[in-house]
């Protein structure tokens, strides 16, 4: 596994490329299990680099990039024990540099949602998403369906920049009681981890309505915010169409997106179940490229 640590390292990464494609996996470190699977699935389509950089451009004020957790050395020791070719961790100064830099701006599908509610912040994962795929140039992407939308605004991205490079979600890895793996379930103590579990409730809520035949949307999300009772605040709590995530005041056939997104003490948790309701029933379902669950 080779560590490149700036952007002037990035040559080395031509002796690999004429083995096989490169597929990239951007994270912001603070790697856990679901980073890993993500990694071993990348690996099964070629030879696998992942990104770890905390991207301040995706923070907005007050938010918690300056608290965010970073440990390079326990990051690469975890990847050491994966299929990982080469890790890429460069400086802030290494992507961004120039006032009045390009970039760029998310489409319709970060209207809503996060998109809604974090001014800037799908301008800034697309931003640094397109300079890491024009740094790596990789074959093809992987991402993690726990970010739902970023997985759509990504699409759209790629979609309309023509961009060459080929995109697949990976399903969400959860902990044993349900809860979504993340960087950010550091930041809960003991009881705040137990509250935190109300978003994985209430996804499973807004399932089982839409297994008993419930398709009112109102209702949905309804049963969905009754386990939210536990978070601190709710953000939001909320069926979406997919793949472009319009609102719908009624679900017919088709894939929906279920989203949660609440604060549990000092952590603003999110989570994500993407589903396909079928003449009565309703199974998982994945996000890009017209879903196909299978995530590999
Ligand atoms: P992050 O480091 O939080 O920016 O995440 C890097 C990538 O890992 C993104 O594509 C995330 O969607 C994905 N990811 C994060 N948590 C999970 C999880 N629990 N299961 C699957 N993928 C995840």
Redesign the pocket.
């Known amino acids: 596994m080779i560590v490149l640590r700036g952007s002037g390292e990035l040559g080395r990464l031509e002796a690999l490329r004429e083995n096989a494609p490169l597929v990239l996996?951007?994270?912001?470190?603070?790697l856990?299990e679901?980073?890993l699977?993500?990694v071993r699935q990348a690996a099964v389509h070629g030879q696998v680099v992942v990104t770890i950089f905390v991207n301040p451009t995706q923070f907005g004020p007050g938010e918690d990039f300056a608290a965010y957790p970073r440990d390079l050395d326990e990051d690469l020791r975890l990847l050491a024990g994966t299929p990982t070719v080469a890790v890429f961790a460069p400086a802030v100064g290494d992507v961004y540099g120039r006032p009045g830099e390009v970039t760029v701006r998310a489409g319709r599908r970060a209207e809503g949602l996060c998109g809604a509610l974090r001014p800037g912040h799908f301008d800034g994962v697309l931003t640094v998403v397109a300079k890491l795929f024009g740094m790596v140039r990789p074959s093809l992407a992987?991402?993690?369906?726990?970010?739902a939308q970023?997985c759509l605004v990504l699409e759209q991205m790629v979609h309309d920049l023509r961009l060459p490079v080929r995109l697949l979600d990976?399903?969400?890895?959860?902990e044993p009681d349900g809860l979504?793996?993340?960087?950010r379930n550091r930041y809960l103590d003991a009881g705040q981890r137990q509250r935190a579990l109300c978003l994985a409730r209430a996804l499973a809520a807004g399932r089982a309505c839409l297994a008993d035949g419930q398709r009112a949307t109102a209702a949905v999300e309804a049963a969905m915010r009754a386990e939210l009772v536990a978070a601190d605040s709710v953000d939001y709590a909320a069926v979406r169409l997919l793949p472009e995530l319009e609102m719908t005041a009624s679900i017919q056939d088709g894939r929906v997106l279920l989203a949660v997104a609440a604060r549990v003490g000092p952590a603003r948790l999110i989570d994500n179940l993407a589903l396909r309701v079928e003449r009565g029933a309703v199974m998982e379902a994945g996000l890009m490229g017209g879903g196909d669950a299978a995530g590999t």
Request: no cysteine; net charge positive.
């Open positions: 996996v951007p994270t912001m470190g603070a856990h679901g980073h699977t993500l992987l991402f993690g369906r726990k970010d970023q990976v399903p969400t890895v959860r979504a793996m993340s960087s």
